[in-house]
């Protein structure tokens, strides 16, 4: 069943946030079968035509179409007329954030995050490139266990199709009424301004007086839009970016509690403990002792 394979949790996706499958020759017997979205999730279809309906919207899908769900999206899988060949993806919202949030890509992750479910029918090209760009990620999925390079490589496979789908989505908003409204906007320039000063501006106060609102309206605004407070972004990006520099090994711990702006070491060390559990000097010693 379809809702079997954005669902499931197994250890690859669990690790890295992200899944991704290739159904072929698929035919579905059984009609009307409701499911609930656990993660985002992107459907692309190759080949034939895919009944669904999701958020209460019922969509007739061909080839060449690709639909972005929500999380937690109630969809019901209606049917098909003919065999189907499908690839799945789909990734946390931990995955989203941690990956998305890049100046060129950042539109994505309000694309996702504002809960609205969107289809674009593909031209030719732009469903050609994502199409191989996915059989490609799946090749390495396949190949990649035991095998730290291979895995590497996957993980740069997945980078580039998100920043085809980022262009793919520029280029159909005026037609699929991707647009922002002046909140979105808001919430959009918000995530700019995170992710190029966040390592080093840590204060809410900083966020709003750059964006000329009030620091209680940004966190209500972000809160409503994101399911995140500013606080636990602005933590996100810090610990994304700690993690990063720990186990690259070339900057001493101090260096990089200098680098992210803390006032000291000590103020660092239990910043990163209460967020992982465990302090920078074990994180850094997990990651680069030999297996």
Same mark, same amino acid.
């Given at each position: 069943m379809i809702q079997d394979f954005i669902n499931r949790e197994d250890k690859e996706a669990s690790s890295f946030g992200f899944?991704?499958?290739?159904?072929?020759? %698929?035919?579905?017997?059984?009609?009307?079968?409701?499911f609930v979205t656990h993660r985002f999730s992107i459907l692309l279809i190759k080949s034939g035509n895919f009944k669904i309906e999701v958020q209460e919207?019922?969509?007739?899908?061909?080839?060449?179409?690709?639909?972005?769900?929500?999380?937690?999206?109630?969809?019901?899988?209606m049917g098909s007329s003919r065999k189907l060949e499908i690839f799945i993806i789909s990734f946390t919202?931990?995955?989203?954030? @941690?990956?998305?949030?890049? @100046?060129? !890509?950042?539109?994505?992750? %309000?694309?996702?995050?504002?809960?609205?479910?969107? @289809?674009?029918?593909l031209n030719e090209t732009d469903f050609l490139v994502l199409s191989?760009?996915?059989?490609?990620?799946?090749?390495?999925?396949?190949?990649?266990?035991?095998?730290?390079?291979?895995s590497g490589l996957m993980k740069v496979g997945v980078d580039f199709f998100f920043y085809e789908l980022a262009i793919v989505c520029s280029k %159909?908003?005026?037609?699929?009424?991707l647009g922002f409204s002046n909140r979105d906007s808001l919430i959009l320039h918000f995530l700019l301004l995170l992710s190029n000063k966040g390592i080093k501006e840590h204060t809410v106060n900083f966020y709003a007086e750059s964006l000329c609102v009030t620091p209680g309206y940004l966190n209500k605004i972000v809160k409503q839009k994101t399911g995140r407070t500013i606080k636990a972004l602005i933590a996100e990006i810090i610990i994304v970016e700690a993690k990063k520099m720990l186990r690259e090994n070339e900057?001493?711990?101090?260096? !990089?509690?200098?680098?992210?702006? /803390?006032?000291? !070491?000590?103020?660092?060390?239990? /910043?990163?403990? @209460?967020?992982m559990a465990i302090s920078p000097s074990e994180y850094r010693s997990d990651r680069i002792s030999p297996k």
């Open positions: 899944d991704i499958n290739q159904i072929r020759k %698929y035919k579905i017997n059984t009609l009307d079968t409701s919207i019922i969509l007739n899908l061909i080839a060449s179409d690709i639909i972005m769900i929500p999380e937690n999206s109630i969809c019901v899988q919202s931990n995955f989203a954030f @941690k990956n998305f949030i890049k @100046k060129e !890509i950042i539109g994505l992750l %309000y694309l996702f995050m504002k809960r609205n479910m969107h @289809k674009i029918s191989l760009m996915s059989r490609l990620i799946c090749i390495l999925k396949n190949e990649s266990e035991n095998n730290g390079i291979k %159909y908003e005026n037609e699929n009424n900057v001493s711990i101090t260096g !990089i509690s200098q680098k992210l702006q /803390f006032s000291n !070491i000590s103020a660092f060390c239990t /910043f990163f403990k @209460k967020h």
